[in-house]
């Protein structure tokens, strides 16, 4: 099984690899560089979430049309694909806006849209496989290993982006992207070898599991004042910590002068702390109450935001990086806390029902963060003639999101919710990152 372990890990690294250079390094070039709108930007990169939902229907379907006898293995290749060809084409079609934006944004809709639908394709299918091949017991450790190594690939990915785009021209660029992509394509192509077993009955492979309609998981959190209040403040905290990730690139372009090179460092050095906070809030748990923890990887999130505002007034390069340090370690704090939360507020019986909600309320807010804050920014820049103004009324705004959050966790008894439930490991909590 370590072996197995491994190579979904690579499928789940491959798949991350490709959201880097779009995330952490197109986003830069598009706003700053070519002048395109913040909003069309953080809606073309927030496709993925987008398309979030046909994630149910994708793993419906290949529950029941197996390709070879292989039920899983030929939609993550497709997925990948998909993902791999995004990467390719993005940076082409990027420059193609600048010069005609009309046929630019047909061609952006169709690159990205493809990226998008790739990396759900993809997601569902491998972590349905990873669950399959687990089993109930291992489904916990696996997920942990994938999820460990994405965190660190993403990291060496933004190292590597960083060095081939230095210096940067528009060909580098290209050429930097068509790296990642043949990574990506062979890291996936090597997880997936000799991976999934075949079989000719779709009832050898998984056992039956309840699916649950859109009506039940909204009646679930509604008829619920507890739930209904939890699923708020994901949604704002979540919003707030993950819609930076269109915005924080540019920002040190436009309030530092940073290069293409040192824009694409930030996702590394963000990633690097966001894994220590991980492996403190593993130590801590047990000994410290989820909370407790969760309130400091607020806090945490929240100071590093305000920080980032005040390197904007005062154009500290080192105030700026401490603020992405406390940024990092606010996420990764809060990360862990919240997905412990997450499974207190299920039901026995119905477990599915309230992660797929919670689930859910992950890949709204992720859509939500990221649009408002194009658009805010945008909207700023238009009334001030100032782009950097926009950057930092996003960001405080995010700020003061983690603020309402943080008021709101106070507020949350779990007890009212239910009492009893089962504990999950750390491993299994971690887990849900990954989904």
């Not at 959190?221 to 403040?233: C, E, G, K, Q, S």
């Amino acid at each position: 099984m370590f072996l197995k372990r491994l190579q979904l890990g690579l499928i789940h690294v491959a798949v991350a690899m490709t959201l880097v250079p779009i995330n952490s390094t197109l986003n830069r070039v598009m706003i700053k560089e070519l002048s395109l709108s913040a909003t069309l930007v953080a809606i073309l990169a927030s496709l993925p979430y987008l398309f979030a939902p046909i994630q149910v229907a994708i793993g419906s379907y290949s529950d029941r049309h197996p390709i070879f006898g292989l039920r899983r293995t030929p939609y993550i290749l497709a997925g990948l694909i998909l993902c791999v060809l995004g990467v390719v084409v993005s940076p082409q079609v990027a420059f193609l806006m600048a010069k005609n934006f009309p046929l630019g944004l047909l061609a952006g809709i169709f690159s990205f849209g493809f990226w998008g639908m790739g990396y759900n394709l993809s997601a569902v299918s491998y972590l349905s496989l990873a669950s399959e091949l687990s089993g109930e017991k291992g489904r916990g450790k696996t997920i942990a290993t994938m999820w460990f190594m994405m965190i660190v690939s993403i990291i060496a990915t933004a190292i590597g982006l960083s060095r081939m785009v230095d210096p940067y021209t528009p060909e580098t660029l290209i050429r930097a992207f068509e790296v990642v992509a043949a990574s990506a394509l062979t890291l996936g192509l090597l997880g997936l070898i000799k991976l999934e077993p075949r079989s000719n009955s779709v009832a050898d492979i998984s056992p039956h599991s309840e699916t649950y309609s859109f009506k039940q998981m909204s009646a679930a959190i509604t008829t619920n004042p507890v739930a209904r209040t939890f699923f708020i403040y994901l949604l704002l905290l979540l919003a707030a910590i993950l819609g930076q990730d269109v915005l924080l690139e540019p920002f040190g372009a436009e309030a530092f002068g940073m290069t293409v090179t040192q824009t694409t460092r930030i996702t590394s050095i963000w990633g690097t702390f966001v894994l220590i906070a991980i492996l403190i809030a593993g130590a801590l748990e047990g000994r410290v109450a989820k909370k407790t923890v969760a309130q400091f990887g607020n806090i945490g999130a929240l100071a590093g935001f305000v920080v980032i505002v005040v390197s904007g007034f005062t154009r500290s390069t080192s105030i700026f990086y401490s603020g992405v340090t406390l940024l990092g370690i606010g996420t990764g704090l809060s990360t862990v806390a919240n997905l412990s939360l997450m499974f207190d507020f299920t039901v026995p019986g119905m477990v599915g029902l309230y992660i797929g909600a919670w689930g859910f309320s992950n890949a709204l807010s992720r859509l939500i963060g990221s649009i408002l804050g194009g658009v805010v920014r945008d909207v700023v820049h238009q009334i001030t003639g100032a782009a950097l103004s926009g950057y930092l009324v996003v960001f405080t705004l995010e700020a003061l999101m983690l603020l309402a959050a943080a008021i709101m966790l106070t507020k949350i008894d779990i007890q009212k919710f239910q009492k009893g439930v089962e504990e999950p490991s750390f491993a299994e909590k971690v887990a849900l990152a990954a989904e």
